[in-house]
């Protein structure tokens, strides 16, 4: 299946990341930026070692406490199809004192905004915090919907955001679940 919102500037579509060719795909990281299971573990594998790397040298230079939750750094894309990895760090529920969506939001808002200093046009994101992280994805659906859209409305470089579900079952849930007002 796929979907589209925002006079087309959203697709929604199932895959697996790793495949996809945009400017930049988004990374679900967690702190270390040293690599995980999951998105992470999957776009490091395919990614090949430079990545890696050059998350090491952000962590020894920029971040050596570890990448905040809701923020985000931008790295090549290594032996993937893109230019670009950008590494956000979304929260793990409940483990934020009711602050998850607020950090979810921030994933998506500070992605995105990292990708227009980049010039960049397409960005694909995995469907953050909902795997190992646990955020329902009814609740990701409404917060990521919201964010995408509220930034995308003051932002016009940006030509295409694709949310990529590694499931249907995942990508239906989102559909119904979404709060985009533009259809
Ligand atoms: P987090 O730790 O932020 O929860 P995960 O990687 O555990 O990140 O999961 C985030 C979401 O990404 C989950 O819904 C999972 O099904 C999905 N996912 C896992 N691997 C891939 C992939 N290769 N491409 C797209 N989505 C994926």
Redesign the pocket.
């Known amino acids: 299946m796929q979907k589209e919102f925002f006079n087309n500037r959203v697709i929604v579509k199932v895959?697996?990341?790793?495949q996809e060719k945009a400017d930049a795909i988004v990374n679900?990281a967690?702190s270390t930026l040293l690599g995980g299971?999951?998105?992470?573990g999957?776009i490091h594998a395919r990614g090949g070692k430079r990545i890696l790397e050059e998350c090491r040298e952000i962590r020894k230079n920029k971040f050596p406490d570890g990448l905040p939750t809701g923020e985000a750094v931008i790295t090549s894309g290594g032996n993937l199809l893109t230019r670009f990895v950008i590494h956000t760090v979304?929260p793990i529920y409940r483990m934020n004192a009711g602050k998850e969506a607020k950090l979810l939001a921030k994933c998506y808002v500070n992605s995105l905004a990292l990708a227009v200093e980049n010039n960049l046009q397409t960005v694909a994101f995995?469907?953050?915090?909902?795997?190992?992280?646990a955020?329902p994805k009814s609740e990701a659906a409404q917060v990521s919907s919201k964010s995408i859209e509220e930034f995308l409305s003051a932002n016009e470089t940006i030509e295409q955001v694709r949310l990529?579900?590694?499931s249907e079952p995942?990508a239906l849930l989102f559909v119904k679940h979404q709060a985009f007002v533009l259809a």
């Open positions: 895959g697996d990341i790793t679900a967690n299971g999951g998105v992470d999957a979304g995995p469907s953050i915090s909902t795997g190992a992280f955020y990529v579900f590694f995942d």
